[in-house]
């Protein structure tokens, strides 16, 4: 089911399948500000990743004393999420793990996606819970999809992706299979506040930014200064990527706290770098705030 609250700015949708924002409408303008979803070019709108993000090495895990098959990024965003709190203004989502989780990964726990709309913005928080394990370790991290142009009259190169702050943006490779190498690290670019998006920038898949300094990155139509932004302030890793399509339909802005697996590295699930650690009881949260000036 999909539920929407709205203000007289936007109204924002959200989908108890995955819990995931299927629309941001501009309601001064009418403009739809998320991709939708296009299963030619790419089906989804802004998943969550969890438990994990990018691929598993081997595509596999060991838990508990068994191995277990993943695909990308996780199940979170392929499962039933219940609603379990509306207001005017926010929205609450639960996911619980249940015998289907359990098939994937052998941990209980509980994820919660509390979305709140303020102005022109949007404001999701994930919160993990630990209800009975000794520790429990996991990866996050958001996917969203702007639609890109803005309007009909503005095409790929009229817009970039802009850093708040001066950047060295380093990248981590995971070419040429989604899994880190280890090896390879390169700079998208030296001394910049931005970056020029091109139909070509995404040949070679996404790109993975370390440490970056900035508490904001946009895509950001240059002539008009219309832009989306994210706040990416506390993210060791922040992610850009569009599908293969010619000309560019939509681009993603993903803050992550976790990295895909290695191409060499641990099936074991405790051996594997996480985002966070739990103890029994305890609980953890994120939020990626995005703000639609357009």
């Known amino acids: 089911m999909r539920y929407t609250i709205e203000n007289d700015h936007i109204a924002l ?3 108890t399948h995955g819990a995931e924002a299927v629309s941001v409408l501009n309601k001064h303008t009418g403009a739809e500000m998320l991709w939708q979803a296009d299963p030619g070019v790419w089906a989804r709108h802004a998943p969550i990743l969890f438990p994990y993000t990018g691929k598993l090495t081997g ?3 060991i838990a508990k004393g068994a191995e277990y098959a993943g695909g990308q990024h996780g199940f979170a965003r392929d499962m039933d999420h219940a609603l379990v709190s509306q207001t005017a203004d926010t929205l609450v989502f639960e996911l619980r793990a249940d015998e289907a989780t359990r098939q994937k990964w052998p941990y209980d726990f509980v994820l919660r996606s509390t979305f709140v709309i303020e102005g022109n913005t949007v404001a999701h928080t994930l919160t993990v819970e630990n209800p009975t394990e000794d520790c429990l370790r996991f990866g996050i991290g958001y996917h969203p999809a702007f639609a890109v142009p803005f309007d009909d009259a503005h095409t790929t190169t009229d ?5 708040d702050k001066m950047e060295s943006p380093l990248c981590v490779s995971c070419l040429p299979n989604g899994l880190l190498n280890g090896t390879d ?5 030296r001394n910049t506040t931005a970056v020029p998006l091109t139909d070509e920038l995404f040949a070679n898949d996404s790109f993975c930014m370390v ?4 508490s904001e990155l946009a895509i ?3 002539d008009t200064g219309r832009k989306v932004a994210c706040n990416i302030e506390g993210y060791p890793y922040v992610l ?3 599908a293969k399509a010619q000309p560019v339909r939509f681009v993603c802005i993903e803050p992550w706290h976790s990295l895909p697996g290695e191409e060499n590295g641990p099936l074991t699930w405790e051996d594997r770098p996480c985002a966070a650690s739990l103890a029994k009881g305890e609980s953890w949260s994120t939020t990626l705030k995005t703000t639609f000036d357009r």
């Open 13 to 15: 949708t959200v989908d």
């Open 59 to 61: 595509g596999k895990m």
């Open 159 to 163: 817009y970039e992706f802009r850093f």
């Open 185 to 189: 690290y390169y700079y998208l670019g």
């Open 211 to 214: 440490n970056l300094k900035s």
């Open 220 to 222: 950001v139509e240059k």
């Open 240 to 242: 850009i990527w569009s």
